[in-house]
């Protein structure tokens, strides 16, 4: 997530507060950095770099700010690349900005300013423009943000200075956060309180709709109809470390909570329920192509690769004909491969850093076939490379275990999917029933988590001291069973299986005895029954067996454990079903005292083959 620092005082030269802030959120992901100050003539400095704090303290170091005054942000892009252009903060005549959120009718503004020349392709740069086109002569930085707040959709967290009025620093938010830190002879604004720390312990909220003019002694709050608005400073709780995890205790738990939330931005504006249709932008095919498309090979690793997994099986059912064929990179790499006619190949990656699956995409392109990546980083060589694609939106994943990034690449497959359906012919009736599901999904996920955490949390005290583990499932719940034993086995270091449930009776059922536990991923769907055969061959030898399903409490299933998840979806179950292994993978693993952020062997990207 992008993160934001601001301050005005007397004491401190902004500069280090800008830079040591911007450090604080550095745990939030980002890919370019930049700052802007005001010196004591009132004139404006701005430094912009791609990359770590590092590159931009280097850019610091060829003219250095003496302002006491100035603005910050760290930015992890979602639309328009990973450039110093498109870093911020914007400027714009007498304005400069920092911008957390998306505008979404940037489009619409931009084309109404033509008196500005626009350098980069950011939605930020045109909110500056707005702000510099009603800031007239006797207008006030105030008076100009509120009046181009009101014209704008989307959300917003901001920060504006001006060489008119060098001692103010204005903010506003409308669903992305800001907080203003009242210190002594010193006001300091950041998006997070992480930033805050150190210089003071009493803040400001803003809430959303609410913009606040700040000086070095003064904090004045007024809804965007300019009407002043009454704030108490709150004491600011927790340590540094504890608040850039949202007051979570580690980022796995927080991401895992979180995914409800990010799944909403890697949904926004490609579903559409009243026509039942989907859209992603980015895959960069032609009309022709999208109906000439019959196969899709589809490349990860690990979470990818499930991932993969479990969308092929959609894919199939959304696309009338279409075959696919799931790999997994380092092994698909070195076979002689063929890939037919009227294919593409989807890179799925997180990171979009890995080496295995970076040299799948290399060897893929070298046989004339279309890559699309389906890629979280924004900018990674992944991303860079692919003939087209589209970013998952899951925002930065920090723990080595991914579990928001799965949810989003699964979703974002689908999406494909739907479009492909919609030009070759797929059943409009299935396609509405997955855009109706998908808009549900967040919140039933966010349901999910909620209401089968404490039960979650139960088993996994119940089964942590265990070192063997199955997980089973048939048909989209295989895919997920893979994925659950992944979790388990990298953050609690048990020793987990995941295997088709069908495959139990041709030899894993062998390591069934009391020191083993299954997990069995049952959904109530035409399938059912045979998915109980599994469940009671494992009973039968004496195996514990957890059940998770969206089975109704009416329909007797003999287990040890069974979470029912109530919910209206049918076609994403699966995906409700794998935050629930998410939890409990997570909970083992802090039962067994594990570092769950960092688990041991393990890095986030596995950038070496
Ligand atoms: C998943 O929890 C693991 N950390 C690992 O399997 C990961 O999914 C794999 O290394 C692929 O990473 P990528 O998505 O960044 O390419």
């Given at each position: 997530?992008?993160?934001?620092?601001?301050?005005?005082?007397?004491?401190?030269?902004?500069?280090?507060?800008?830079?040591?802030?911007?450090k604080r959120l550095e745990y939030r992901g980002?890919?370019?950095?930049?700052?802007?100050?005001?010196?004591?003539?009132?004139?404006?400095?701005?430094?912009?770099?791609?990359?770590?704090?590092?590159?931009?303290?280097?850019?610091?170091?060829?003219?250095?700010?003496?302002?006491?005054?100035?603005?910050?942000?760290?930015?992890?892009?979602?639309?328009?690349?990973?450039?110093?252009?498109?870093?911020?903060?914007?400027?714009?005549?007498?304005?400069?900005?920092?911008?957390?959120?998306?505008?979404?009718?940037?489009?619409?503004?931009?084309?109404?300013?033509?008196?500005?020349?626009?350098?980069?392709?950011?939605?930020?740069?045109?909110?500056?423009?707005?702000?510099?086109?009603?800031?007239?002569?006797?207008?006030?930085?105030?008076?100009?943000?509120?009046?181009?707040?009101?014209?704008?959709?989307?959300?917003?967290?901001?920060?504006?200075?001006?060489?008119?009025?060098?001692?103010?620093?204005?903010?506003?938010?409308?669903?992305?956060?800001?907080?203003?830190?009242?210190?002594?002879?010193?006001?300091?604004?950041?998006?997070?309180?992480?930033?805050?720390?150190?210089?003071?312990?009493?803040?400001?909220?803003?809430?959303?709709?609410?913009?606040?003019?700040?000086?070095?002694?003064?904090?004045?709050?007024?809804?965007?109809?300019?009407?002043?608005?009454?704030?108490?400073?709150?004491?600011?709780?927790?340590?540094?470390?504890?608040?850039?995890?949202?007051?979570?205790?580690?980022?796995?738990?927080?991401?895992?909570?979180?995914?409800?939330?990010?799944?909403?931005?890697?949904?926004?504006?490609?579903?559409?329920?009243k026509t039942g249709k989907m859209h992603l932008?980015?895959?960069?095919?032609?009309?022709?192509?999208?109906?000439?498309?019959?196969?899709?090979?589809?490349?990860?690793?690990?979470?990818?690769?499930?991932?993969?997994?479990?969308?092929?099986?959609?894919?199939?059912?959304?696309?009338?004909?279409?075959?696919?064929?799931?790999?997994?990179?380092?092994?698909?790499?070195?076979?002689?491969?063929?890939?037919?006619?009227?294919?593409?190949?989807?890179?799925?990656?997180?990171?979009?850093?890995?080496?295995?699956?970076?040299?799948?995409?290399?060897?893929?392109?070298?046989?004339?076939?279309?890559?699309?990546?389906?890629?979280?980083?924004?900018?990674?060589?992944?991303?860079?490379?692919?003939?087209?694609?589209?970013?998952?939106?899951?925002?930065?994943?920090?723990?080595?275990?991914?579990?928001?990034?799965?949810?989003?690449?699964?979703?974002?497959?689908?999406?494909?999917?739907?479009?492909?359906?919609?030009?070759?012919?797929?059943?409009?009736?299935?396609?509405?029933?997955?855009?109706?599901?998908?808009?549900?999904?967040?919140?039933?996920?966010?349901?999910?988590?909620?209401?089968?955490?404490?039960?979650?949390?139960?088993?996994?005290?119940?089964?942590?001291?265990?070192?063997?583990?199955?997980?089973?499932?048939?048909?989209?719940?295989?895919?997920?069973?893979?994925?659950?034993?992944?979790?388990?086995?990298?953050?609690?270091?048990?020793?987990?299986?995941?295997?088709?449930?069908?495959?139990?009776?041709?030899?894993?059922?062998?390591?069934?005895?009391?020191?083993?536990?299954?997990?069995?991923?049952?959904?109530?769907?035409?399938?059912?029954?045979?998915?109980?055969?599994?469940?009671?061959?494992?009973?039968?030898?004496?195996?514990?067996?957890?059940?998770?399903?969206?089975?109704?409490?009416?329909?007797?299933?003999?287990?040890?454990?069974?979470?029912?998840?109530?919910?209206?979806?049918?076609?994403?179950?699966?995906?409700?079903?794998?935050?629930?292994?998410?939890?409990?993978?997570?909970?083992?693993?802090?039962?067994?005292?594990?570092?769950?952020?960092?688990?041991?062997?393990?890095?986030?990207?596995?950038?070496?083959?």
């Amino acid at each position: 997530m992008c993160g934001i620092v601001g301050y005005v005082g007397e004491k401190r030269n902004a500069q280090d507060v800008l830079v040591n802030g911007l450090k604080r959120l550095e745990y939030r992901g980002y890919d370019s950095a930049g700052i802007a100050t005001l010196d004591e003539k009132g004139e404006a400095h701005l430094a912009r770099s791609v990359g770590k704090i590092v590159e931009l303290e280097q850019v610091l170091l060829e003219e250095s700010h003496t302002g006491k005054i100035g603005i910050g942000h760290t930015r992890w892009a979602t639309h328009g690349g990973v450039t110093v252009e498109n870093a911020h903060p914007h400027s714009a005549g007498d304005v400069y900005l920092v911008h957390n959120g998306i505008i979404e009718n940037y489009k619409e503004l931009k084309a109404k300013l033509k008196e500005h020349k626009f350098t980069s392709d950011t939605d930020t740069e045109v909110l500056a423009a707005l702000v510099d086109s009603n800031y007239g002569l006797n207008i006030s930085l105030k008076d100009a943000v509120a009046k181009s707040l009101k014209q704008v959709r989307g959300t917003y967290g901001i920060a504006v200075i001006s060489p008119r009025e060098p001692g103010v620093i204005v903010v506003a938010r409308l669903g992305s956060p800001l907080i203003i830190g009242v210190g002594k002879d010193e006001t300091i604004i950041a998006s997070d309180a992480s930033a805050l720390l150190g210089y003071t312990r009493e803040a400001i909220y803003l809430n959303d709709g609410e913009l606040a003019v700040c000086t070095k002694d003064s904090v004045d709050v007024y809804n965007l109809s300019l009407k002043p608005q009454n704030h108490i400073p709150e004491q600011i709780e927790g340590d540094l470390e504890q608040i850039q995890k949202g007051g979570y205790p580690h980022f796995l738990i927080k991401e895992i909570m979180e995914q409800s939330s990010t799944l909403g931005n890697t949904l926004k504006g490609r579903i559409d329920t009243k026509t039942g249709k989907m859209h992603l932008g980015g895959p960069n095919l032609t009309q022709k192509e999208m109906q000439s498309i019959k196969h899709i090979v589809i490349v990860g690793c690990g979470t990818a690769y499930y991932a993969g997994l479990l969308a092929s099986y959609y894919l199939e059912q959304l696309v009338p004909e279409l075959t696919t064929e799931v790999v997994i990179a380092s092994e698909y790499r070195y076979r002689s491969f063929h890939i037919p006619k009227n294919s593409v190949a989807l890179i799925v990656s997180q990171s979009g850093e890995t080496a295995d699956t970076l040299a799948c995409l290399r060897e893929i392109k070298k046989r004339g076939v279309k890559t699309l990546g389906i890629v979280n980083v924004v900018g990674s060589t992944i991303a860079r490379e692919v003939d087209g694609g589209t970013y998952v939106h899951a925002g930065p994943e920090i723990s080595v275990a991914s579990t928001k990034a799965f949810t989003a690449q699964v979703v974002t497959m689908l999406l494909f999917g739907g479009m492909l359906a919609e030009h070759q012919g797929g059943s409009p009736q299935l396609l509405n029933d997955f855009v109706q599901e998908l808009a549900k999904l967040p919140s039933e996920i966010e349901k999910t988590l909620r209401d089968y955490a404490g039960e979650i949390g139960d088993l996994a005290k119940k089964y942590a001291k265990y070192d063997d583990a199955l997980y089973l499932g048939r048909d989209t719940a295989y895919p997920i069973s893979l994925e659950g034993a992944l979790k388990l086995k990298e953050i609690s270091y048990i020793h987990a299986e995941g295997y088709a449930s069908g495959e139990l009776k041709h030899g894993p059922i062998a390591l069934v005895d009391e020191n083993t536990f299954e997990i069995f991923n049952i959904l109530d769907n035409w399938l059912y029954d045979k998915s109980l055969g599994g469940l009671h061959e494992v009973r039968a030898r004496g195996g514990k067996a957890i059940v998770l399903t969206d089975a109704a409490k009416e329909k007797q299933i003999e287990a040890d454990d069974i979470v029912r998840i109530e919910t209206p979806l049918k076609h994403l179950v699966p995906i409700l079903l794998n935050t629930l292994q998410q939890l409990f993978a997570y909970h083992v693993a802090v039962a067994r005292g594990n570092d769950v952020d960092q688990p041991r062997n393990l890095a986030k990207s596995v950038t070496v083959e």
